[in-house]
């Protein structure tokens, strides 16, 4: 079975990839989201090139074969386009065995937590967000949340001065002792400022710190990570298998939360997941938006022997992100606290038809 047409269709925050194999065969997957017509032009360059024509069940050989082939791209947007192949691939195996990815990987579909992931900083006032948070439990029943301190790469910089050191107590009263709380640093403090933050974070029985420093600086988020008794996590951005080994053999972090579509699918974000199950750490991945990305996150999770609590879950929708506005046809849902693993063959999601319509057509395709 042969992969003989591979087809993108995006626009600038999100594309779709479907698979077509000299069988007639068809799978569906998605490129990374974010400048996603930048992605697909990689695709189609970089990514096609090598897939036509080749295996379309060895998944992992395409995926391993690729970056090889273009070892002078080691770069992000490589990634991000190797994803649309390797989750359309999957999606394909899953119509034609007829069964989840889930089940593909081992996993059984079933309720899985999810936390409550505010996307908002400078949109939202720590009083606005302390209000929204137990809105949001009641409604669907959350039970744990994750909220933004600092500043975007902020250099020791607050959003404004006082926000965090007001968001914090502000949203712990607000939802009570019981509730899990996380939140994200987005790269903003010197390893001494992060410290500062952490142990208010503590006081204030936060157990979870992401990406407290420049991702890129490890030493500094090491050194934060030694300092502190809560959870310091991070790897979202992180898409090189050796800076991952480096990271989990060097406990950079205490959890890993590698993002599927940014790490370049789901067989490479397995090799991840399998580091640090070797290390004796647990994996809550990065998905922070209601594209795909959430759906493929919940498969891998479904099926990991080391995977965390929860799942990341935008509660964002489609007025902070309108590009996520018609993208599916059966979005998810959450209940409870907890979002069903589709059960359908493959991913068990169905774009919705009027937006692959409107969106940027490109194919590759080979005579076979």
């Given at each position: 079975?042969?992969?003989?047409?591979?087809?993108?269709?995006?626009?600038?925050?999100?594309?779709?990839?479907?698979?077509?194999?000299?069988?007639?065969r068809q799978g569906w997957g998605q490129l990374s989201p974010y400048n996603a017509d930048i992605t697909a032009q990689v695709f189609h360059r970089q990514v096609a090139p090598y897939a036509l024509g080749a295996d379309a069940s060895d998944i992992e050989a395409l995926v391993t074969l690729i970056p090889e082939r273009e070892h002078k791209f080691p770069c992000?947007?490589?990634?991000r386009a190797i994803t649309g192949l390797d989750t359309a691939l999957w999606d394909l195996r899953g119509q034609i065995e007829?069964?989840?990815?889930?089940?593909?990987?081992?996993?059984?579909?079933?309720?899985?937590?999810?936390?409550?992931?505010?996307?908002?900083?400078?949109?939202?006032?720590?009083?606005?967000?302390?209000?929204?948070?137990?809105?949001?439990?009641?409604?669907?029943?959350?039970?744990?949340?994750?909220?933004?301190?600092?500043?975007?790469?902020?250099?020791?910089?607050?959003?404004?001065?006082?926000?965090?050191?007001?968001?914090?107590?502000?949203?712990?009263?607000?939802?009570?002792?019981?509730?899990?709380?996380?939140?994200?640093?987005?790269?903003?403090?010197?390893?001494?400022?992060?410290?500062?933050?952490?142990?208010?974070?503590?006081?204030?029985?936060?157990?979870?710190?992401?990406?407290?420093?420049?991702?890129?600086?490890?030493?500094?988020?090491?050194?934060?990570?030694?300092?502190?008794?809560?959870?310091?996590?991070?790897?979202e951005q992180d898409c090189d298998l050796t800076i991952w080994r480096y990271m989990i053999e060097n406990r950079v972090v205490d959890v890993v939360q590698p993002d599927v579509c940014y790490i370049g699918g789901v067989v490479r974000m397995l090799k991840v997941a399998?580091?640090?199950?070797?290390?004796?750490?647990?994996?809550?991945?990065?998905?922070?938006?209601?594209?795909?990305v959430t759906a493929f996150t919940l498969h891998v999770m479904g099926a990991l022997e080391n995977a965390g609590p929860y799942v990341e879950y935008s509660i964002e929708g489609e007025d902070y992100y309108p590009w996520e506005r018609g993208l599916l046809r059966n979005?998810?849902?959450?209940?409870?606290?907890?979002?069903?693993?589709?059960?359908?063959?493959?991913?068990?999601?169905?774009i919705e038809p009027s937006w692959l319509d409107k969106a940027d057509y490109k194919v590759s395709e080979v005579a076979l």
């Open positions: 079975m042969k992969i003989q047409r591979l087809e993108t269709f995006s626009n600038r925050y999100v594309g779709f990839v479907r698979v077509t194999t000299d069988e007639g992000s947007y490589l990634f007829q069964k989840s990815v889930c089940a593909l990987l081992g996993g059984t579909p079933r309720p899985f937590p999810v936390y409550a992931s505010s996307m908002k900083r400078g949109e939202i006032t720590p009083e606005e967000e302390a209000d929204r948070l137990p809105r949001l439990r009641d409604a669907h029943g959350f039970s744990a949340f994750k909220f933004r301190v600092g500043k975007e790469c902020g250099h020791d910089e607050d959003e404004w001065p006082g926000r965090t050191d007001a968001i914090v107590p502000m949203v712990r009263k607000a939802l009570g002792d019981e509730a899990r709380l996380l939140v994200d640093g987005n790269s903003a403090y010197s390893p001494k400022k992060a410290i500062e933050v952490g142990q208010m974070l503590q006081d204030n029985g936060i157990i979870h710190f992401e990406e407290p420093c420049p991702y890129w600086q490890h030493h500094w988020t090491r050194e934060v990570r030694d300092a502190l008794d809560l959870d310091v996590t991070g790897g399998d580091m640090a199950k070797d290390a004796g750490m647990l994996v809550t991945p990065h998905s922070a938006n209601q594209s795909m979005p998810l849902v959450v209940r409870d606290g907890a979002v069903q693993i589709p059960e359908g063959p493959g991913w068990g999601m169905e």
